[in-house]
């Protein structure tokens, strides 16, 4: 299994612009979240998924879209980039919850100029 | 809402030394409490959690935790530390499924 793998591993935008982070998991989760981590600073939860076609959101949405079409993926959309945006973006995975363990992905390092 | 405060932002440690990694959280209701390691570039990784049951409780690389509910803590320790435990350490509180609060880490790190 190849876990959790995120793409892309780095990314320059300029403010404005749009982009999609692209994360994939292999274990047949259930539940997907993405998290932003801000420098000397935990994660904080923008989205998660409970299943395919179900999304809601978490503590840091605005800024934010995703949708969940298939079991394995779940992308997250930026829309209008801005610099507060910059940040490392985490896609994880687990089985039913937030309980159980999470399985992180390597992480997106976004800048937005 | 549950919050969670990690009391030192860094710990220097000689190796083979004892570590202590501070957490506190605060929380109305019952709560579940985890720590995540994050080794550079990487993603997290879970160590341990506490759900209910015994208080003290067992993670992978000799690590472990005591939740203490009238101190609100959540403390990790470990006996002998390595110079492979130097990472970034985080503590997490959830008061329901979805909803988890990370604190802003502690960087461990165990010199030769």
């Known amino acids: 299994n190849a876990g959790v793998t995120q793409t892309p591993k780095f990314r320059i935008l300029k403010i404005g612009q749009s982009m999609t982070l692209q994360c994939t998991q292999d274990m047949n989760h259930n539940y997907m979240y993405w998290y932003r981590q801000d420098p000397g600073m935990g994660l904080k939860l923008i989205y998660y998924s409970v299943g395919a076609g179900i999304t809601d959101k978490g503590e840091v949405p605005n800024g934010y879209n995703v949708s969940r079409s298939t079991t394995e993926d779940f992308p997250l959309r930026l829309e209008l980039a801005a610099p507060s945006q910059t940040s490392v973006y985490f896609c994880a995975s687990s089985k039913q919850g937030i309980l159980e363990t999470q399985y992180f992905g390597p992480g997106t390092r976004l800048l937005v100029l | 809402a549950q919050s969670v405060t990690q009391l030192d932002s860094q710990v220097p440690v000689f190796e083979e030394a004892p570590v202590e990694l501070r957490c506190n959280y605060s929380s109305s209701v019952s709560v579940y409490l985890f720590w995540y390691v994050q080794y550079p570039n990487q993603g997290l990784q879970l160590l341990l959690k506490y759900l209910s049951g015994s208080t003290l409780v067992k993670g992978i690389n000799g690590f472990e935790a005591e939740f203490n509910k009238s101190q609100t803590s959540f403390h990790l320790r470990k006996p002998s530390v390595h110079i492979s435990d130097t990472a970034e350490y985080f503590c997490?509180?959830?008061?329901?499924?979805?909803?988890?609060?990370f604190g802003a880490g502690t960087r461990l790190t165990v010199k030769p």
């Open positions: 997490a509180v959830s008061e329901r499924n979805n909803d988890m609060r």
